[in-house]
């Protein structure tokens, strides 16, 4: 990222002050949009300037306008920079909760989501959605509450659309998968039976996915239950979401431990990040019958573990190529090899790579946490848990980056408690996973990722 120039940052500090850059005398509303759709088009790849247009944009109640006409230029609605401008848009007006802008924002996008190229428009409803959620209120209920008819007739259509087109095979399985997504709008009840033939062997893989996620944007008990029943039908990556999604909610929780006790769910549907976040459960009950049924397999004696590895891989020559499957099965979740993506794990690449150094970081990774990357958990006050790293704390909100690069920003008004722990968020137990000769291919791989 480049330092933006003396101009752009005065253009910054008076727009994030509400202060328009040409302050003629009277000047027409139609102007000052245009005027922001010219920066947007100009400044919305810069951090600064970007995140200075959002706030002009939003606290001036003109999202929805700036919107409608930055999706009008293809060019830029189509660019990697102006889909990411237009997404953050709408979040940013979720975070606001500002009814007016709010139906504003929804009515433009529901009359683009009919449209061919209506990726985008179904992309930032979600992030509306998504955000709206985290501060509480669901999207149906502020759309409910406008006193537009137009608007409410609008969303209706638009969630019967997207109920016939989840359904129906003969469509691609991405319009599908988009369809079905935007049934988190719905109420459960209207939805419960059509989400729960989705979670079948016979489904796409992307349409059972975006039925997992749009059933975990529902907070009802009987939710645990359907992901839970899901888990026997769905394939590897509806499964690892049903599975995320379950630890999400303490109720939906405590179903899925019933269902491991009862053997109708194996305990290899938990990856060991999985179990750590049941270990360390705010709820003292959840977590000890979390730990009966899964802890017994993994040492707590780590010292003694990386002495067993050490000695095991003095005898043992790495190959880097298979290491790199190892690296991919193991640790891509949370580590991008190549130091871009903004995952939950450090940059390896800036590692000691030493091999006991890097045995030990694997083995015993709580032993020396680096700072900023020690386990956050959020409770909001609607019954959801989220555990990442934090990433922003202030008065108003919140921010976390979650496993796979995710990053809720959860307001303080649906927090009721903010958890900074003292682990890392990798858990112990990777031994369990990666034996001996396998541990000297990733370690041979991570050392060759710095180069020679």
């Known amino acids: 990222m480049t330092c933006p120039a003396a101009g752009g940052l005065i253009v910054a500090v008076l727009l994030l002050l509400g202060v328009t850059v040409d302050l003629t005398t009277g000047e027409a509303a139609d102007a000052e949009l245009a005027r922001l759709v010219r920066l947007a088009k100009r400044d919305a790849g810069d951090p600064l300037l970007g995140s ?24 830029f609605a189509s660019s990697r920079g102006g889909a990411a401008f237009l997404t953050d848009l709408a979040g940013a007006v979720g975070l606001s909760t500002d009814a007016g802008s709010i139906t504003d924002l929804v009515a433009v996008l529901l009359a683009g989501a009919g449209a061919d190229d209506a990726e985008i428009d179904h992309t930032a409803l979600h992030r509306l959605g998504d955000q709206l959620t985290m501060a509480g209120t669901p999207l149906a ?36 998968a988009r369809a079905t997504r935007a049934l988190a709008f719905a109420s459960i009840a209207e ?10 062997e016979v489904t796409p893989p992307a349409v059972q996915r975006a039925a997992v996620a749009a059933l975990a944007a529902h907070s009802e008990p009987a939710v645990g239950d359907l992901l839970v029943a899901g888990l026997a039908t769905l394939g590897s990556g509806a499964r690892a ?40 459960h705010p709820d003292p009950d959840l977590a ?15 010292g003694e573990v990386v002495e067993r590895y ?8 790495g190959d880097p190529a298979r290491g790199a499957g190892v690296f991919a099965r193991s640790c891509r979740l949370c580590h991008d090899p190549h130091g871009v993506a903004n995952l939950i794990g450090p940059d390896l690449r800036g590692s000691d790579r030493g091999t006991g150094a890097l ?41 976390l980056r979650l496993p796979g690069g995710s990053q809720p920003t ?36 991570l050392q060759q990722l710095a180069g020679p």
């Open 141 to 176: 209920a502020v759309v409910h509450a406008s006193r537009a008819e137009s608007l409410r007739t609008a969303f209706a259509a638009f969630l019967h659309a997207s109920a016939a087109l989840a359904v129906a095979a003969p469509h691609p399985p991405a319009a599908r």
């Open 359 to 399: 045995l030990a970081n694997i083995i015993d990774p709580s032993r020396d946490v680096q700072g900023g990357f020690a386990a956050c958990t959020v409770a909001t006050r609607d019954g959801r848990l989220l555990t990442g790293l934090l990433i922003d704390e202030n008065p108003d909100a919140v921010t």
């Open 52 to 75: 200075a247009l959002l706030f002009n944009a939003v606290g001036g109640g003109r999202a929805g306008a700036l919107f409608q006409a930055l999706r009008a230029d293809p060019a």
């Open 410 to 445: 959860v307001p303080r008004g649906n927090i009721s408690q903010v958890r900074l722990g003292t682990r890392s968020l990798m858990p112990d137990g990777l031994e369990t996973v990666i034996p001996p000769a396998a541990m000297a291919d990733l370690i041979a791989y």
């Open 241 to 280: 979401d049903a599975v995320v999604a379950l630890l999400s909610r303490p109720t939906w929780t405590s179903v899925l431990l019933t269902a491991l006790a009862e053997r109708r769910v194996p305990a290899a549907a938990l990856d060991l990040n999985q179990r750590h976040v049941l270990f360390d």
């Open 288 to 302: 000890t019958r979390a730990r009966t049924l899964l802890g017994t397999a993994i040492s707590s004696d780590r």
């Open 310 to 317: 050490a000695q095991a891989l003095g005898a043992l020559k």
């Open 191 to 200: 939805v419960r039976d059509l989400l729960r033939g989705l979670l079948t």
